[in-house]
Nanobody, 124 residues
């Protein structure tokens, strides 16, 4: 398994930016599919973005396309989520997840390891 720890959350005004990081431990990080999910107040957890292990294949949820960018640094065992043009609707706990399927899936059951989450609050 891969152990995951998120950081970088906080309070930001609408229109601002934040960058989340997810530090991973475990020898298999470089071969894992990584993703960000989020869970807003009273909502189900939803897929935000995912990236294949070679880093050139990415996938985004419709609500964040064009605003968020996922990336990874396999040498540093770290996953990132650059969030720009933030909206109040982006307020949520953001979770990092790791899986080993052949593709970037948007469902939670495709991912085996999860971080504890980091809170992002966007004020309007």
């Amino acid at each position: 398994q891969v152990q995951l720890v998120e950081s970088g959350g906080g309070l930001v005004q609408a229109g601002g930016s934040l960058r989340l990081s997810c530090a991973a431990s475990g020898r298999t990080f470089s071969r894992s599919v990584m993703a960000w999910f989020r869970q807003g107040p009273g909502k189900e957890r939803e897929f935000v973005a995912g990236i294949y292990w070679i880093g050139t294949v990415t996938r985004y949820g419709d609500s964040v396309k064009g605003r968020f960018t996922i990336s990874r640094d396999n040498a540093k065992n770290t996953l990132y989520l650059q969030m720009n043009s933030l909206k109040s609707q982006d307020t949520a706990v953001y979770y990092c997840a790791a899986g080993f399927r052949q593709g970037v899936y948007i469902t939670m059951d495709a991912y085996e390891s999860w971080g504890q989450g980091t809170q992002v609050t966007v004020s309007s």
